[in-house]
């Protein structure tokens, strides 16, 4: 009976699943600004992974020059401002251009701003990984030891369904949430109306990319903070995307705590394969429902 | 006043318009015929900048207007319903109506609420919470036009409003379009339905392969049966 043997303690799976949930939380921020600029843009926005990466370097150097527990607090909520205001000057400096323009331009201009920033990084940051403290430091214990976890991951865990049902919130119940909705099926009429629908462009890249900026703020205490860390979630960013069906807000939440799950579950049973388990995952899904698992809006 | 003067628009490299020259004044209602392919929607989609004249130009209110970005047109007053409707899909009735409301708040001297919408098409009202996209056709050319509505626009601009539409719908949305008319609206109709069009209008254009062909009141149009015959389907 050696095979049971191995197999991990029933309390460990479960706080496994949690851990994962709570990173899947990460994922799906990098993810909903993705699938929003699909959405609405209609521009794949390469450079969404390299703005978490940011987000997580300036929140490294806004906590260490805060300082103290405080100063964690105050780079996540300034991090990813500063993320958003870089991503409305991408937008309104460069990408605006090429809105007529083939996708591959738009895909292109993306991907020199990836390189761009990565570049830019190494000369601010260097080239060594950095590391911060948590703010919250321990365990916690639910039910008895069935469930445990670093606590940070609970604030993580709370975060995700937070930035949804504000996301939510905006669409479905502000007037400019109605208006995004309206532009991503016909910015033409939109103008017609007299609205200025570059505005709206504007509004909604600045916020995936705000978005994107809280997720690296929030997983830098968690992760060595590395310039490489927005092509990983990127790519894993985009099969969720994927997965859930271009532009969908509620496919992107539901892929990723697939993914979130799926991938840590996958770590404790086969550790060696890590690395494949995104993409089993997305192929089994696809195959399953090509178009993915919520209405893509393209 | 409303002036198109000589336009020449193209799309990509095939030249539509020919020194089109109109104009709508203030009160009136202007229509222009011609057949499928005459170039009547490119009249609309010039004059709104969507696709603005390479030649030629628009004046509104005394104003050059061409080229100008389409929000900023929209914004003077000129509102545009294009032959496809093009409701927003994903949003209620009652949304398309708010956006436009929000887009056209303090705009011009007409005052359109909801209130007011509902009283024009009353079928609206029913409506309120379904999504745009699950409208029928005559629902949704009045909710086309009474989104137009809202942002309180002096001008209206209407392509092929009556097209597709059952004959009872039709002759309904002749009796609002004459009512907006007496509200003070200015509006220029495009339409191949020679009949019900004439009904409404002030004056005439007929428009053949991009250029202007005739124009004048509906008794001359009428009295002319060589143009009727060239260049409508009567
Ligand atoms: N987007 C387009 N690209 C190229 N040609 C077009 C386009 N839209 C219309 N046309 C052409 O322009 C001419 C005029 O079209 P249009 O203005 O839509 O006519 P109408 O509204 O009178 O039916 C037609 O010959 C049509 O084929
Ligand atoms: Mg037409």
């Not at chain 2, 005459?38 to 989609?45: C, D, L, P, S």
């Not at chain 2, 005559?138 to 909710?143: P, S, V």
């Not at chain 2, 005739?214 to 001359?220: A, D, L, R, S, Y």
Request: hydrophobic share 50%; aromatic share 10%; glycine share 10%.
């Amino acid at each position: 009976m050696e095979f049971f043997a191995n197999l991990p303690e029933f309390s460990t799976v479960i706080s496994q699943i949690f851990v994962g949930l709570s990173r899947s939380m990460i994922l799906f921020m990098v993810a909903v600004g993705l699938t929003v600029s699909i959405g609405v843009l209609r521009v794949i926005n390469f450079a969404n992974g390299t703005f978490y990466m940011l987000g997580a370097f300036t929140a490294w150097s806004v906590a260490l020059w805060v300082g103290g527990t405080a100063g964690f607090w105050v780079a996540l909520l300034i991090a990813p401002l500063v993320v958003g205001l870089l991503g409305l000057a991408v937008e309104a400096g460069l990408l605006r251009r090429l809105y007529n323009r083939p996708r591959l331009m738009q895909l292109l201009l993306t991907y020199a701003v990836v390189l761009l920033f990565n570049d830019v990084t190494k000369l601010i940051w260097g080239v060594d990984f950095k590391s911060m403290r948590a703010p919250l430091s321990g365990y916690i214990t639910f039910f008895d030891g069935l469930l445990y976890m670093p606590s940070y991951n609970m604030l993580l865990l709370i975060s995700g369904p937070l930035v949804a049902a504000g996301l939510w919130y905006f669409i479905n119940h502000t007037m400019t949430g109605k208006i995004v909705r309206a532009t991503a099926t016909d910015r033409e009429m939109v103008d017609a109306l007299g609205l200025n629908s570059n505005k709206i462009f504007a509004i909604v890249f600045m916020l995936s990319c705000y978005l994107a900026g809280l997720g690296g703020a929030l997983i830098a205490p968690t992760t060595n903070i590395v310039v490489g860390m927005g092509m990983t979630i990127l790519i894993n960013a985009v099969l969720v995307v994927v997965v859930g069906g271009l532009g969908n807000i509620w496919g992107a939440f539901l892929a990723s705590l697939i993914f979130g799950v799926g991938e840590s579950l996958g770590l404790l049973i086969a550790p060696r394969f890590a690395i494949v388990f995104p993409f089993a995952i997305a192929t089994i899904l696809l195959i399953l429902k090509p178009t993915g698992i919520m209405k893509s809006v393209w | 006043m409303l002036e198109v003067k000589d336009i020449h628009t193209y799309y990509g490299l095939s030249h539509i318009l020919f020194g089109v020259t109109l104009e709508v004044r203030k009160g009136e209602i202007v229509c222009v015929l011609g057949r499928n392919g005459a170039g009547k929607t490119t009249i609309m989609r010039s004059i709104m900048s969507f696709t603005p004249p390479s030649q030629g130009k628009v004046y509104f209110n005394g104003k050059d207007i061409t080229r100008l970005p389409v929000f900023k047109i929209a914004k003077m007053g000129l509102a545009f319903v294009p032959d496809n409707r093009r409701i927003f899909p994903d949003l209620t009735v009652e949304e398309n109506l708010d956006i436009a409301a929000h887009a056209g708040r303090g705009r011009g001297r007409s005052n359109w609420n909801k209130e007011k919408i509902y009283e024009l098409f009353p079928p609206l009202r029913e409506l309120d919470c379904r999504q745009g996209g699950f409208c029928s056709g005559g629902e949704q050319q009045m909710l086309a036009v009474a989104r137009a509505l809202m942002g309180n626009p002096d001008y209206l601009l209407l392509d092929e409003p009556l097209e597709g539409l059952a004959p009872l719908v039709v002759r309904e949305l002749v009796v609002q379009i004459e009512r907006l008319r007496k509200e003070g609206l200015s509006i220029l109709i495009t339409e191949q339905n020679v009949r019900a069009a004439l009904k409404l209008a002030n004056r005439v254009y007929v428009i053949d392969r991009g250029e202007v062909r005739f124009q004048g009141t509906v008794k001359e149009l009428e009295e002319n049966e060589e143009i009727s015959r060239k260049y409508l389907l009567v």
